[in-house]
C-alpha cells in the first residue's frame, strides 16, 4: 500500500466549511485529493504544496497552519525576513521607509528583505552551470513546490536540481553574525519569515535541501499587511536604507518569472504555473529538451507574485517591483568587499547537499504486486465511463481505477457502474445509496440554496 504519511504539509481542510464540491479535488495536480468518509482528504505523499487547492476552494475551507504573531514575543531580538514581493503588496504612496517603520513598531527589532544575497547566489549558480556535467540543463531549485514534483515524479532528475539553499537563510546568517558582533547570543534572537506561499512554510518546517531551518517562525503576510495599511499613512518614516542596503535589481525581481535568467550570459528558459511545469518536466525527462543550460521553474503563475497567501493582484505586484527594481543598481555594480560581492564570506551557508528523490510508486514498493496491481488498475479502467467527473470522489476514472487497485476504493464509487448494477440487480437501490451516503456524507443530498459552485478568482 502506498504510504501516505511521509511528508509534513501545511494544509489543513476545515470539514466545517467543506461542501465536498470536488474542485479542490480535480485543480490538484498531483491527484493528492480524494473524498472519502465524507470528508476531504489529502494524500500527504503526493502533495507538493502548490496551493491550487487553496486558490479553487469557494468556500475558503483549505487553511495554512502557520505560525501565530505572538511568538515572537518569546525573543528579546525579533528580526522579520520578508520577501521583495511582500513589499509590493502595498500602494506607492506608501514608502519604504513607512514599510519598514510600520513593521518595527508592529513589534519586530530588525527588518531584512530576503533577497539581499543575490550577489551570492548568481555567482553560485552561474559556477553549478559551469560545471554541469549531467546532461541535463541545471535546474533551480528556488521553488520548493517544483523541488518536491521533482523528487517524487522525476526523480531522475533530482541530480539537475541546484544545490543552493534560499536566500532567506543566508541573511539569517548574516544577520546573527552582526548580532553576535554586538555581543547577543543567538538564543535571544528569532527569526520570522514572512511568507508567499504554502510551499516556502512547509520547506522551512520540513527542509528538503538543509538539515534544519535557522527560521524560527512563519507567518501569514496577510495580518502583518492589514496591521501596517492600519499606521503606514501616519507612520514617522525612518531611514531604512541600513536594512536594505545590499539590495540589487536582480535580488528585487529574483523570485518573479525571469528573475534567475534575464541576467544570465548562458543559454536560459523560465517557465511558470504548475501545469507548465509539468508538461515541461515531461519533456526534459523524455530527452526532448536540448540547447538549454539553466531552466527556472515556478509553480505560480508570473513566480511568487501570485504566491497564494498575498492578497493582491499579481500583475500589479510585478509591475510595482519592476519599477522598484529601476531604482537599485546592478548586483555586478554593488560595492565589492575584498573584489567580492557582499555576502561572500557566507557562501558555504548557502550551499545545500544534493536533493534525494523520493520517488512516488502509484502501486507499492513492492515490484511484483505492483506489476499486478497496474494491470488490475488498467483491467477495472476498461470497465468505467471515462467522463472524468469526479463524482466518485476522484479526480479521473484513471485515479479512480488506481485507488480501487490498491484497495482504497469500490467499483460502487462510480455513479455510472452503481446505476448499472442496480439496472442489472448486482446491487439493491437502498444499499447503493448508503454507500453514496458514506462516500458523501449524511446530509449531503440534502436541498440547500447556499452552496457554492464557482471557482475562485486567483490573485
Ligand atoms: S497544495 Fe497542490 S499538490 Fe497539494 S493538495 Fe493542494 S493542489 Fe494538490
Ligand atoms: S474545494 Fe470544495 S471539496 Fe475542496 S475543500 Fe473546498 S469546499 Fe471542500
New binding site residues.
Given amino acids: 500500500m502506498p504510504d501516505h504519511t511521509s511528508f509534513h504539509h501545511a494544509l489543513i ?1 476545515d470539514h466545517d ?9 480535480k485543480v490538484c495536480p498531483t491527484e493528492a ?1 480524494r ?1 472519502e468518509n465524507g470528508l ?1 482528504s489529502i494524500r500527504e505523499d503526493r502533495c507538493v504544496d502548490c496551493g491550487e ?1 487553496v486558490r ?4 475558503k ?2 487553511d495554512i497552519d502557520h505560525d501565530d504573531l505572538a511568538l515572537i514575543e518569546h525573543y528579546k531580538y525579533r528580526v522579520v525576513l520578508f520577501p521583495a514581493v511582500f513589499l509590493g503588496q502595498f500602494p506607492e504612496r506608501i514608502t519604504e521607509d513607512q514599510i519598514y517603520a510600520a513593521l518595527l513598531k508592529i513589534g519586530f527589532t530588525h527588518a531584512y528583505e530576503v533577497e539581499q544575497p543575490i550577489g551570492v547566489l548568481k555567482n553560485l549558480i552561474a559556477q553549478k552551470v559551469k560545471q554541469n556535467r549531467t546532461g541535463n540543463p541545471i535546474i533551480s531549485s528556488f521553488c520548493p513546490s517544483v523541488v518536491r514534483l521533482i523528487q517524487i515524479r522525476y526523480p531522475s532528475l533530482c541530480e539537475s536540481l541546484a544545490p543552493v539553499k534560499a536566500p532567506h537563510d543566508l541573511v539569517a546568517h548574516y544577520v546573527l553574525e552582526q548580532l553576535s558582533a554586538e555581543g547577543i547570543q543567538a538564543d535571544e534572537v528569532g527569526f520570522f519569515y514572512i511568507t508567499p506561499c504554502v510551499a516556502k512554510i512547509t520547506a522551512v518546517k520540513t527542509p528538503v535541501i538543509e538539515k534544519k531551518s535557522i527560521i524560527t517562525g512563519v507567518i501569514s503576510p496577510r495580518p502583518i499587511y492589514n496591521k501596517i495599511m492600519a499606521i503606514a499613512d501616519n507612520i514617522e518614516p525612518i531611514d531604512s536604507m541600513a536594512m536594505r542596503r545590499e539590495l540589487t535589481k536582480e535580488g528585487i525581481q529574483w523570485s518573479l518569472t525571469n528573475g534567475e535568467t534575464w541576467w544570465q550570459r548562458s543559454k536560459t528558459m523560465s517557465v511558470d504555473g504548475i501545469h507548465n511545469t509539468i508538461n515541461f518536466l515531461e519533456r526534459l525527462e523524455n530527452d526532448q529538451v536540448n540547447d538549454v543550460d539553466f531552466v527556472e521553474l515556478r509553480a505560480c503563475d508570473r513566480g511568487c507574485a501570485a504566491g497564494v497567501l498575498l492578497s493582491q493582484n499579481r500583475f500589479l505586484t510585478v509591475e510595482r517591483l519592476k519599477r522598484r527594481a529601476r531604482l537599485y543598481p546592478n548586483a555586478d555594480n554593488k560595492l565589492m568587499v575584498d573584489g567580492k560581492p557582499p555576502f561572500h564570506h557566507l557562501e558555504s551557508k548557502l550551499i545545500a547537499n544534493p536533493v534525494e528523490p523520493r520517488q512516488l510508486f502509484r502501486f507499492g514498493n513492492d515490484l511484483q504486486k505492483s506489476m499486478e496491481r497496474m494491470q488490475r488498475a488498467r483491467n477495472i479502467l476498461c470497465h468505467l465511463p471515462g467522463i472524468d467527473c469526479a463524482a466518485c470522489g476522484a479526480p479521473t476514472c484513471e485515479a479512480l481505477a488506481e485507488d480501487m487497485a490498491n484497495g482504497l476504493a469500490k467499483m460502487t464509487d462510480c455513479v455510472f457502474i452503481s446505476q448499472l448494477w442496480q439496472k442489472e440487480g448486482k446491487i439493491a437501490p437502498l444499499k447503493a445509496f448508503d454507500r453514496m451516503e458514506k462516500k458523501w456524507g449524511i446530509k449531503r443530498f440534502d436541498p440547500d440554496c447556499h452552496k457554492k459552485g464557482a471557482k475562485n478568482e486567483s490573485n
Fill in positions: 481542510v466549511q467543506c461542501i465536498r464540491c470536488t474542485h479542490c479535488v485529493i473524498i476531504v487547492c479553487a476552494c469557494p468556500q475551507a483549505i
